[in-house]
């Protein structure tokens, strides 16, 4: 997948940029908006301001394929600080309790981590952007509203610890993980912190993959921005079925095909000269669509 000489002007397709920290994920979409000259953009899982890293961003068309980027899994460096709880679970809020890691050794921390891989029932964070009765669960939590978030199953395909280093009575480490979407890395430096009977909280963050997104093609200057092409961003995205022209005229009316996809989850769909037509997936013994671009 390349990005070079890809036009920065409006058509739809992908961006993938390396958000800066201090920065909201919307501040980003609207520094897009203004280089790419459309309002249709919007962006693939949100990163807190804190947090650096891959965000993907879609333009014009491309905004449709989002909501299934989203589900896809995704890769994040992290820094945690075990030795003090805050009210944010990051180093955003307010410490609230602080006890010694002197007893909490590497082997100790690795031993705990085990119990934090493959599907776990996680508590988000209450200063997430889950909504609870039609509002964000931050804007409750930064008003004094208690904030009670139900568990939810996530899977975290892979966790591993390096870089131990004691600041007085804290233990820092970094946490290398991979993880499906939906997961609070906020929460696992929580969790693995309340594990150890220490509390601990996450300082810092970098997501290094969307899927098939990474670092390597995100750009970090938000003012020369780069659009992969809707039909090479699908390619990359999504397990790819290229049509007969028979079949790629019933998926423009968006009709079912009798048609094996050879996988789940959605397929990209492409017409003989190679356009993207659309998403199907497997519904049976047919194909069904889930999104038609054309």
Known sequence: MSFDNLAHTAGSGIVVVDKPGGMTSHDVVARVRRVVGTRKVGHAGTLDPMATGVLVIGVDRATRMLGH???????????????????????????VASTSTAAITEEVVRTALRDFEGVVMQVPSSYSAIKVDGKRAYALARSGQEVELAARPVTVHEIEAGDFRRDGDFLDLRLRIRCSSGTYIRAIARDL?????????????????????????????????QVLPIAE??????????????????????????LGLGGEGPHALFAPDGEFLALYEQDGELARAVAVFV
């Open 69 to 95: 980027l989203t589900l896809t899994e995704k890769s994040y460096d992290a820094s945690v600080r075990l030795g003090a709880s805050t009210t944010t679970d990051d180093a955003m809020g307010e410490t």
């Open 193 to 225: 912190g309340a594990a150890l009977g220490v509390g601990g909280h996450l300082t810092s963050l970098r997501r290094t993959g969307v899927g098939p997104f990474t670092l390597a093609q995100a750009s970090a200057d938000l003012d020369h921005v």
């Open 233 to 258: 961003a699908a390619r990359a995205a999504f397990p790819a079925v290229d049509l007969s022209e028979e079949h790629a005229t019933d998926v423009r009316f968006g009709r079912k095909l009798a």
